[in-house]
T-cell receptor, first 112, second 111 residues
Framework: DTAVSQTPKYLVTQMGNDKSIKCEQNLGHDTMYWYKQDSKKFLKIMFSYNNKELIINETVPNRFSPKSPDKAHLNLHINSLELGDSAVYFC???????????FGQGTRLTVV | EDQVTQSPEALRLQEGESSSLNCSYTVSGLRGLFWYRQDPGKGPEFLFTLYSAGEEKEKERLKATLTKKESFLHITAPKPEDSATYLCAVQGNANAGKSTFGDGTTLTVKP
């Protein structure tokens, strides 16, 4: 039973399109995250939600919009995709406090 | 701003050849330092959390240690299945709930 699952695993799309990535966790965690991992494997936080409330919003283009319908789900919608958006996007969750994060398997987004 | 630097970038070992990975950090009040393992095509998998200088944690062939400026991940008698990218991350007082990651060390263990 997957703890943090995100769909799709692969996403190939053309520049200018709009796409969404979905994430669900069944760990009962209050906090969820979106991370971006570039080609050099550098992992950078984009957003964090706690109990459906946005608590971390890094310097990310406003074409990226997260949405948390409930504390078990955190989706990422991306408008007007650009070549530079190509990366692997990871969803993660954790308990409140200084605790480890549990990551999904990633979504490899390729913009052509 | 919190910063994490990992070295070396890549490490190639023979099976059984012990070594260490380094994670140097700058943070305003360390709340926790994390080690993760990432296999190709997968998400990072949690290994250890260290909270204060002097703390050590062990799991099978891995041992993590922490000082006020850096952490080491010691790998004793590694096996090919230990090959992966090892990521270090910190959380500091100034950025509660936000983990800052290093670039990782890619370890290859040859049989």
């Amino acid at each position: 039973d997957t703890a943090v699952s995100q769909t799709p695993k692969y996403l190939v799309t053309q520049m200018g399109n709009d796409k969404s990535i979905k994430c669900e966790q069944n760990l009962g965690h209050d906090t969820m995250y979106w991370y971006k991992q570039d080609s050099k494997k550098f992992l950078k936080i984009m957003f964090s939600y706690n109990n459906k409330e946005l608590i971390i919003n890094e310097t990310v283009p406003n074409r990226f919009s997260p949405k948390s319908p409930d504390k078990a789900h955190l989706n990422l919608h991306i408008n007007s995709l650009e070549l530079g958006d190509s990366a692997v996007y990871f969803c993660a969750s954790s308990q409140a406090g200084v605790t480890e994060a549990f990551f999904g398997q990633g979504t490899r987004l390729t913009v052509v | 701003e919190d910063q994490v630097t990992q070295s070396p970038e890549a490490l190639r070992l023979q099976e059984g050849e012990s070594s260490s990975l380094n994670c140097s950090y700058t943070v305003s009040g360390l709340r926790g330092l994390f080690w993760y393992r990432q296999d190709p095509g997968k998400g990072p998998e949690f290994l250890f959390t260290l909270y204060s200088a002097g703390e050590e944690k062990e799991k099978e062939r891995l041992k993590a240690t922490l000082t006020k400026k850096e952490s080491f991940l010691h790998i004793t008698a590694p096996k090919p299945e230990d090959s992966a990218t090892y990521l270090c991350a910190v959380q500091g007082n100034a950025n509660a709930g936000k983990s800052t990651f290093g670039d990782g060390t890619t370890l290859t263990v040859k049989p």
